[in-house]
Nanobody, 115 residues
């Protein structure tokens, strides 16, 4: 049974930082492309960071320079370090594992940026 379990969300003040974690089980983690997505009500889910099996990373312009994705294959875990957070980063953040046409999703963790 495949499971992706996100953690680390919560309330943070503008300008603050959070680190999200996603622990995977039931998959050959090291060969999967791992991604972090976010979604706010009424909007489409959007990619915020991706890391391939060989460690290549990709970010949209909205988070580049503020967010950093990393992975620890020994722990089957992917991380998202988020710095300089602002209110527009408020969303539910989801972890995704993808390999060819197969994709698995976690249930999400809520990040709220507010003073």
């Amino acid at each position: 049974q495949v499971q992706l379990v996100e953690s680390g969300g919560g309330l943070v003040q503008p300008g603050g930082s959070l680190r999200l974690s996603c622990a995977a089980s039931g998959i050959g983690f090291s060969i999967y492309t791992m991604g972090w997505y976010r979604q706010v009500p009424g909007k489409q889910r959007e990619l915020v960071a991706q890391i391939t099996s060989d460690g290549s990373t990709d970010y949209p312009g909205s988070v580049k320079g503020r967010f950093t994705i990393s992975r620890d294959n020994a722990k089957n875990t992917v991380y998202l370090q988020m710095n300089s957070l602002d209110s527009e980063d408020t969303a539910v953040y989801y972890c995704k594992a993808a390999l060819y046409r197969t994709a698995y999703w976690g249930k999400g963790t809520l990040v709220t940026v507010s003073s």
